[in-house]
Each structure stands twice: as C-alpha cells, then as structure tokens.
C-alpha cells in the first residue's frame, strides 16, 4: 500500500495512522526467505554464480545459499531470524560475508526461497511493544506437517501475548488426518490460542477443530482489499455493522485497500471514511473495540430436561397439526417425540435429535397458523360490520401460533455450538416448502372427499398437453427456482434490493423481512378478509403461510441475538398490517369498481 502513487506515508506513520482509527489488532502472516530478501532484511544469493561475480567467494561449496543478514540488523535481531531459519534447514553453517553476518544453506536457492519461516518474530515484536498492537498470527494450512517446528512457533508467539489463530486458505493446520488436528489443538489448548472461523469461507475442518479447542473460537467477517477500494464507504460501514450487530461477528478483518485504480491518497481517504464511520456506528449501538474473546460457554450442554421440555411443546403442536389432516394421527406425536428424544441422548447423538425437532416445529408452526386462520375465518363469517377488525385480529393471532414454533425452534437449538455457528439448523429448503404444501393439502382435503380428489387428479392427468400448459410451467419453475434460491447466504439479488434493504435498517434499525412485510403479511389479511366476505381465498392462503414461515426462519438464525429477531418480527407484523390493510381498501375499491362498470347500482349484489 504504501508504493502506491500519490501517499506520501512510511511504514512507521501508516501504523501510527492505523492506531489512531482504533486499529487494535495486525494479523501477520509466515514469511520466507524471497519475501525477507524483498523487505531488505536479508540478500540471497547462488553459490554456483558467486565465483562468477566475486572473487573472494570461491571457497564457498557449490549449489548452496547464501544468506547475509542486513547491516541495519542488531545482534538480538539476527539471533532471532538465524533461530527461524534453523528451525526450518536442519543443515545450516555461520558464515561472514564482506563484513556482514550471513548463514549458508547446504540445499540449492529455488528449494528454499519459498519455505514458510514462520511468523516473522522481529516484525511482531516491533509492532507489539513499539506500537502497542495486538496481533493475530495468520499460518498457512497447506504444508509439510513438521511438529518440531509448528510447536517452536506455537510457543513463541505465545510468549508476545498472541491468542488468535486465522488459518490460511480452505482448511485448518492438519486437515484431514485426525491426529495431526488433535496435535493442533493441544497446542491451541496449551498456548492459549483462539480459533477465528472466517464467515462465508468455511474451512474444512474448522468445526471439528473449534470442538477439539473447547469451542474456544470467535466468528471472524473479512473483508478483501478489493472490496475496501472498491466500494462506497457507506456500504462498508453498513455490511460491518450489520456483521456486527445481527450475526454476533466479533472480529472485524480489513485488508488494507492496496489494489486500487484509485491514487494512495484517494485509497487512504475511502480506507480512511470506512473506518471512522465503522467506529461511530458500532459506539452509537453501544459495542466497543477492544481485544475480542470467545462468547461464554457456560450454558453450554443444557440440562436433558430442559430440552425434553421444549420437545412435549412442540410435539404437542405437531399433534393438534396432524389431527387436522385424519384425527386419529393425534396420539402417535407425542409418544414417538419422546422415544426419539431418549434414542438420541442415549446414543450421543443429542445434537441430531434436537435438529430435528426444530426442523419438525418450523414446519409444524406456520402450517397450523394458517389452518386456524381458515377456521377461525370460518367462524366469524357472519361478523360483516366487524370485518376488518377481525382480519387483523385472526392475523395476529395466527402470528403467535408462528412465534410460538420460532421461539420453540430457538429454545431447542440455544447451545453454544449453534451461536457460534458451529453447528446450524438444518432443513432451510424444507422450511420454505413444506408449510405451503401441507396447508395447500388441507385446503383441498377441505373441500374436497378424497374420492373426489382422486378423480381430479385422474382427470388432470389425463388431459392433453398443450404449449400454453408448458410456458405455465415453465413460469412456475422460474417463480419456484427463485423463491427456493433466496433461502440461502448466496441468493439471487435483485437491482436495488441491497439499497432497499439497507434503506429499511436505516429507517427502522434492524431491516424486517420484505417477504413478511410485502407479501406474505398482506396477502394473508387480504385472504382472511375476504374468506370472510365472500368465503373463497384458498390460494391467498397459500401465499400467505410465506409470512409465518418467514417468521420461523427468522429465528432459525442462531447466530443472531434473539431479540433482534424479536424486534425484526415485530417490525414486520406492523408494516405487513399497514400493508395488508391498504390492499383490502384496494381490494374494495377495485371490486366497487368492477360492479360499477357493469351497471350494479345495488352493492350487496357483491355478496352474490
């Protein structure tokens, strides 16, 4: 960063620069010898070239290297790099050259230019007591396993005070060999090191590792130098916030923003606004830059019961969902529920189990919200003077049946290994489909005999395929494609849907679901209002269950504290009310309309 035109700093200003903008930690990376040749620490040299260029090198052996240790080193300085480099060649020998300290290294320069050195030990102690900086020791995961050397390094960096370990490239020290990983984490263990697990960048191994480490492990958002000198200021500010404040990061890694069509001072000036209003922001929601630690592990592995009685919940609610369907189903959940929860602990397989009840009332909740909300419109369609005050109060009622199955959801899943994101729920992509499919099951056994089912379907399939059928289908699959890819970190995003959302965070604080507060919430008033009215929405149903399991998924996010899902729920139920209530006057006026155009003068005929 500092060769770039335009930025008149040296090395010594920069980090001072850095200090003042609450820089608190420098992650450092292994060098070698190429890059200590780069930095002017040492010079390397042939010793097959040297009788060529120098006289007074034609003692020296043959297809070896030399390395000669800068003037501008001290004693204490060349003890240490010769001690890295002895570490690293089992074969080395002192040597004096033109006055300089040098060491010769009986293997040929091209094999040992690139060999990892570790740490530079020097540089990290410069910047801890000269600057005062934390650091985070950044090792490379893919390379010879040498357990000599790898404890030597553990140990030393230790000594600087160093407890933050970031693994370089895609898995941890000693993937895959499960002894070399266990190896790993009894350093860890005994050095005192905490794991990083880098954000979107799972490394293989990582969770495995972090078990071994006593889950002594921090989540880690990175954020490249490209992403730095490209992008606006205040979108690195709102993506590190919301790292922040939303997805429990604690760890915020900025690399410096050295790739940049940008001048150095351009460069620093964005580098520079980014970091000011990252300090500002996180201050306003109250956190503070310091040294980060690993969340508490203290409630850890709950007690049996607790979970057990979490579990009778929300089986008991998968009881009343089921009877719904065929009445005798109701005895079967209960009992099954508490046989498999016994089966899972006693087998060690706890972790499994719990997954499967959260997956099991995700889906059971937002389907018995809906079915309720068609029951409950049912019963009050004799209440017209009422209508819209009905609407809104099976809607929220619906929404407890929901919250209920998320809050059960979130209870089940509490242990630290899902807030730290080592383990997660599983089943996202059945969440987001089974609710609409079971609720749209009901609606049809609701009106329908099963017998009569069957002939439609027969019916159906039997009917000729026409090229209107096959473009019907082929809309249906983008619409479905597109629902099921935004169920995921790597969703399909819209043009402005970034500065949308971020525009909703800004207004209200945390950003609620647009598919709660534009979709599903609306369609859901607007479906009970007018199953009331005129006793037919069965398809709006349907596209309303997308709001209750939005609000279930929203707490699948263990990662997230639980009341800022709460508030993000809360947020959404209010604008989806808003929302729902100004399409049911929509809804009215079009239907006022329509009759209009058509010479009813008599507005009940639009009871008919």
């Known amino acids: 960063m500092l060769e770039q035109d335009g930025l008149d700093l040296n090395r010594n200003e920069l980090l001072m620069y850095l200090k003042e903008k609450n820089v608190n930690t420098i992650a450092l990376y292994e060098t070698n010898l190429k890059e200590m040749q780069d930095n002017k620490i040492v010079s390397l040299y042939d010793t097959s070239s040297l009788p060529f260029i120098l006289n007074d090198a034609y003692m020296l052996p043959l297809d070896h290297t030399l390395v000669v240790f800068s003037p501008a080193l001290n004693h204490e300085e060349i003890d240490l790099y010769t001690e890295m480099i002895s570490r690293v060649f089992n074969d080395i020998q002192p040597y004096e050259f033109q006055g300089s300290k040098a060491l010769i290294i009986k293997e040929e320069i091209h094999q040992v230019e690139n060999r990892l050195l570790g740490i530079d030990l020097v540089l990290a102690k410069i910047l801890h007591h000269e600057f005062d900086f934390n650091l985070a020791a950044r090792l490379k995961s893919n390379r010879k396993f040498d357990p000599n050397f790898l404890e030597w390094q553990f140990a030393q960096l230790s000594k600087l005070g160093i407890n933050k ?255 730290k994101y080592i383990e997660q729920f599983r089943g996202v992509k059945l969440l987001f489909i089974m609710p609409i499919v079971l609720t749209s099951v009901y609606l049809v056994l609701a009106q329908y005999s099963i017998s009569e089912v069957i002939k439609r379907v027969h019916r159906f399939l039997n009917q000729a395929l026409l090229v209107k059928h096959l473009l019907i289908l082929a809309v249906v699959f983008i619409i479905g494609w597109y629902y099921l890819s935004r169920s995921g970190n790597y969703a399909f995003i819209l043009p402005f849907e970034l500065e949308f959302r971020q525009l909703l965070a800004d207004l209200f604080g945390v950003r609620p679901r647009t598919k709660e507060v534009f979709f599903g919430h609306p369609l859901l008033i607007l479906a009970i209002y007018c199953f009331m009215k005129y006793g037919r929405a069965s398809l709006v149903f349907v596209f309303g269950a997308i709001g209750q399991m939005s609000i279930v998924n929203t707490f699948t996010h263990l990662h997230t504290p639980l009341l800022v899902s709460l508030e993000r729920t809360i947020i959404g139920l209010i604008l989806g009310l808003l929302i729902g209530l100004l399409l049911i006057w929509l809804f009215n006026l079009s239907i006022k309309k329509w009759i209009e155009k058509r010479g009813y003068k008599n507005w009940a005929i639009s009871k008919k």
């Open 165 to 419: 370990m970031i693994f370089d490239g895609g898995q941890v020290l000693g993937y895959p060999d499960t002894e070399q990983m266990k190896q790993v984490s009894e350093w860890m263990n005994t050095y005192g090191f905490n794991l990083s697990l880098i954000e979107f960048h799972d490394q293989l191994g990582s969770k495995s590792l972090s078990r071994l480490n006593k889950l002594q492990s921090i989540r880690l958002f990175s954020m490249s130098s490209q992403v730095l000198a490209g992008y606006h200021p205040q979108r690195i500010i709102d993506m590190a916030s919301l790292a922040v404040t939303e997805r429990n990061i604690r760890i915020l890694y900025m690399h410096l923003p050295y790739v940049s069509a940008l001048p150095g001072n351009e460069s620093i000036k964005k580098f520079d606004e980014a970091l000011t209003g990252i300090v500002t922001k996180l201050n306003d929601k109250g956190y503070e830059l310091g040294d980060a630690i690993p969340f508490s592990s203290d409630y850890s592995q709950q007690n049996n019961w607790y979970y057990l009685g979490i579990a009778l919940g929300v089986f008991s609610l998968i009881s009343l969902l089921v009877s719904k369907f065929w009445f005798p189903l109701i005895y079967i959940p209960l009992p099954l529920g508490i046989a498999l929860y016994t089966i899972g602990f006693i087998t060690k397989h706890d972790v499994l189990i719990l997954q499967l009840f959260a997956l099991l009332g995700a889906v059971a909740a937002p389907t018995m919200a809906i079915i309720k909300a068609v029951e409950w419109s049912q019963q009050k369609k004799q209440s017209r003077p009422f209508l819209a005050l009905n609407s809104i109060l099976i809607f929220i009622s619906a929404c407890f049946i929901s919250l209920y199955g998320a809050l059960a959801v979130a209870g089940l899943l509490s242990d630290i290994v899902f807030i």
